[in-house]
Every structure is written in structure tokens, then in C-alpha cells.
């Protein structure tokens, strides 16, 4: 770990963004996924603004924050990119103006009344706020999300709200998980998409994998993966 930390402080931002991409690239190819068919979310919580510009300038466009009021600041500063934002951290009531009013994606919908609240609070001038359903198939006491059984239910009221577009599903593995287990449970979620989409729901989203299990995530069918310490190097 100490030595991959250190070979990632000594490479660019331009180098950690290559060795990125071309490690999907090759994951597309060696799983038999379409070229293009995995969406990078770049992860820069704690972060500086000047740490994303420099990605942006290199063509990196997705950007995930997990505390609003930290994305808010930055999103201020980096008015000038065309930019798209997502969060992802756990879902708070009393942000969720914010949220509806700063991003354009919600990874970590876990409650119907945080949808109901994102839906009248989104203006009618913005594109519907993109969601996904965070699910928590390990039953984990110290992680937000969805127990399976619930999924079916919370969907079907989120995809009837207007000004919001429930595109699909998220979760994230225990971290003690071994390669077989992560993959488990990154196939569960995509079965349970599946289940949805057979229900008569429009999804095209899996929102899975980190710098660790990424390729594990893409050959269990991730369409989006979230990248932090690849990119950016160990946090602040």
C-alpha cells in the first residue's frame, strides 16, 4: 500500500488520468464490453478546485462530492467549466435543496421522502436531476442504502416524481471482501437491475467499482465507475 501511494505522488495528474482510462479501456476489451461502455466519475472529495481543474483540462468531465457544502464552494469556483456533478455521500433532509439546486446526478438515494423533497425542490428550468438507489446487500450497520427487498417498492415511487429520472442502482462492497466476493456482489446488483428493468422500469446505470475492485465492478456489468486515489493521489 505505502508503495502504491508513493508511485501515485510521483505521476501527474495527466499520467493518473491515462493509466485510468486505459485501464478501463482494457477492461472493456478483456470482458467483452462495448468500447465507451464504462462512464468515469472522477471523486474529489477533499479535494481543490485547482486539483479538478487540472483533470478538466484533460477532457475529465464527471466530478463526485460527498459534503455539499464543500461541493458548493467548489462549484462556485469552477463556474467557468462546463462540469457535471454528482454526489454521493449519504443524504441529509436538511440538504436537500442544495442538492437539488447544485447537481446533476444523486448516487445515494436511500429514502422515498429525500426523493419527494429533491423533486419539489428542482427547478423547472433544469434537467431532471438524475438518481440512483444506493442498495446495501450485505446488510452493513454502518452504511447507508437499501436492503434488497426493499428496492422493488422505493423504485417504483421514485420513477413517478417529476423533475427527477431514476437511471439505476449503486452500492458499496465491505472493504474485508476477497476478488469472488466483491464480484458477488457486484452481479447481485446487476440481477436486481435487471429484475427492475423486467418490472417496466427504464434503467441503464450501475454505479460500482473503486481504484481497488474497478475491474471487477466493469466484468459485473458497471457502467459507471468512482475513481478517487487513482486520480488524484492519496487525499489531503
Not at 467557468?80 to 441529509?92: K, P, T
Not at 444523486?106 to 428542482?122: D, F, G, P, T, Y
Request: hydrophobic content about 45%.
Amino acid at each position: 500500500m505505502a508503495h502504491t501511494r508513493l508511485i501515485l505522488q510521483a505521476l501527474s495528474p495527466g499520467q493518473r488520468l491515462s493509466r485510468v482510462r486505459a485501464a478501463i479501456t482494457q477492461a472493456e476489451h478483456l470482458h467483452a464490453r462495448a468500447p465507451g461502455s464504462v462512464r468515469l466519475l472522477a471523486v474529489s472529495k477533499r479535494q481543490s478546485a485547482d486539483a479538478i481543474r487540472e483533470l478538466a483540462a484533460l477532457g475529465q468531465r464527471d466530478f463526485g462530492e460527498n459534503y455539499v457544502q464543500e461541493a458548493v464552494a467548489k462549484q462556485a469556483e469552477l463556474a467557468d467549466l462546463a462540469l457535471c456533478w454528482h454526489f454521493i455521500g449519504r443524504i441529509q433532509g436538511n440538504k436537500t435543496r442544495e442538492i437539488a439546486a447544485h447537481f446533476d446526478w444523486v448516487h445515494s438515494l436511500e429514502r422515498v421522502k429525500h426523493a419527494q423533497r429533491l423533486s419539489a425542490q428542482r427547478s423547472d428550468d433544469r434537467p431532471a436531476l438524475n438518481l440512483c438507489l444506493q442498495i446495501n446487500l450485505e446488510g452493513e450497520q454502518s452504511k447507508g442504502g437499501l436492503a434488497p427487498e426493499q428496492v422493488a417498492a422505493t423504485a417504483a415511487a421514485v420513477a413517478v416524481l417529476p423533475r427527477l429520472r431514476l437511471r439505476g442502482l449503486m452500492t458499496i462492497p465491505a472493504t474485508h471482501l476477497d476478488a469472488a466476493q466483491q464480484l458477488a456482489v457486484f452481479t447481485r446488483l446487476h440481477e436486481l437491475q435487471r429484475e427492475l428493468v423486467r418490472g417496466g422500469l427504464n434503467l441503464d446505470t450501475l454505479s460500482m467499482g473503486m481504484s481497488a475492485d474497478m475491474e471487477i465492478a466493469i466484468v459485473a456489468g458497471a457502467t459507471m465507475v468512482r475513481i478517487g486515489t487513482a486520480l488524484f493521489g492519496p487525499r489531503p
